[in-house]
């Protein structure tokens, strides 16, 4: 053997060295590129937990504050209607029923934040769906007189993604 044969036989074996490092670290990289993948998913499924956790929240302290409301002014009626209250109540009762309608805004808002992330795909649209089905269905109800001046009729009211997720839950009830 020559010292050519020598070299082909010593770069073969580089080659073929080299070949053997490339699968290796195609492999490892593989591997790699998998695991960063499946933390990815956790952290969004971890972020999807967090954001239907800070909506339910928004939505609890909104339907709290509206309640409380709603409560303070019968409190303050006492069985009575509105047309007997003096003209020195008047202006306190006026105060309670405007706060009561900022307070079902807050409500109807929150809402429309936690529709909007639904349909943006931030929400485990199954869990979101089983959770909201049946408050989606009472705001968009003509008959509930306490949404009807936001929510109705639909083509003047604010709260689009509401009404988009009302739809797209009853569109086979209309």
Known sequence: MTNSDYISIFSAFIALLSMVAAIYFSFKASAASKESLRNAEKSNNIAIGQTETSLREQIMNARNRMEDCGFKIQDFLKGRKKENVSTEELPHLEFLES???????????????????????????QRFKKA?????????????????????????????AIWKVYKEWHRHEN
């Open 99 to 125: 706060t009561w309608k900022s307070s079902t805004e807050s409500y109807l808002n929150a809402y429309e934040d936690a529709c909007g992330k639904y349909l943006d795909d931030k929400t485990d649209k």
């Open 132 to 160: 909201y089905i049946n408050e989606i269905k009472n705001i968009c109800d003509p008959k509930r007189t306490s949404f009807e001046r936001l929510m109705h009729p639909e083509s003047t009211s604010n709260y689009e």
